[in-house]
């Protein structure tokens, strides 16, 4: 099963808004991984996790915070977003080493109105 | 630090002929490794393959094919008898050696029936 999920698909949010992103993977891999993707732009690398400690920061905006409960897990907590966060949220996961492929989720769009 | 880079923004077939994609990488490092993934409308990035420097071994998986030059830091993909379904972003990703995946800008191909 070389599968991640994330739920919501689809999120709307205003700007006072608490909201969370969920990805779950069950496939034994120990380095799970957020993006942002803009309409026509390839994925931007958000977080790292590795065995659920926080490898990788891209010096993303504290309006975003990360969160990995366990190995399988891995959330993002929003508040106080702007507009040009709108965005398609993405989540994957990979054996933890840098040299393996990683797998993605279908993806959270969110819109912030 | 990685780079790529994918010249063709936007490339146009009719079923059935053959289309080639082309990545140009540029990196310091003796190793490394180099990914394709593919994202279908839906959204998802989908993992194709992956090649590490020291196998430039061509490689044919159904009708996608990959040449894997480095004496020109090429890493090209063919779709052979291209299908609607093939219509996708397809980006080249030199592999890291910090959990990051350097995507090119990616080469939108549409296969028209």
């Known amino acids: 099963d070389t599968e991640v999920t994330q739920t919501p698909k689809h999120l709307v949010m205003g700007m006072t808004n608490k909201k969370s992103l969920k990805c779950e993977q069950h496939?034994?891999?120990?380095?799970m991984y957020w993006y942002k993707q803009k309409a026509k732009k390839p994925p931007e690398l958000m977080f790292v996790?590795?065995?659920?400690?926080?490898?990788i920061n891209e010096s993303v905006p504290s309006r975003f915070s990360p969160e990995c409960p366990n190995s399988s897990l891995l959330n993002l907590h929003l508040h106080a977003l702007q507009p040009e966060d709108s965005a398609l949220y993405l989540c994957?996961?990979?054996?933890?080493?840098?040299?393996?492929?990683?797998?993605f989720g279908p993806g959270t769009r969110l819109t912030v109105t | 630090a990685q780079k790529v880079t994918q010249a063709q923004t936007e490339i146009s077939v009719v079923e059935k002929e053959d289309v080639t994609l082309d990545c140009v990488y540029e990196?310091?490092?003796?190793?490394?490794?180099l990914f394709w993934y593919k994202q279908p409308p839906s959204g998802e990035l989908v993992f194709l393959i992956r090649?590490?420097?020291?196998?430039?071994q061509n490689e044919i998986s159904g009708r996608y094919s990959w040449n894997f030059q480095k004496s020109t830091s090429s890493f090209n993909f063919t779709i052979t008898a291209s299908q609607v379904v093939d219509s996708a972003v397809y980006f080249c990703?030199?592999?890291?050696?910090?959990?990051?995946?350097?995507f090119g800008a990616g080469t939108t191909v549409t296969v028209r029936a």
């Open positions: 990703a030199p592999g890291p050696g910090d959990y990051k995946l350097s």
């Open positions: 994957a996961s990979s054996l933890g080493g840098d040299i393996y492929e990683q797998y």
């Open positions: 496939m034994g891999h120990r380095a």
């Open positions: 090649r590490n420097s020291f196998d430039e």
């Open positions: 996790y590795s065995y659920e400690k926080l490898s």
């Open positions: 990196t310091r490092d003796t190793t490394y490794y």
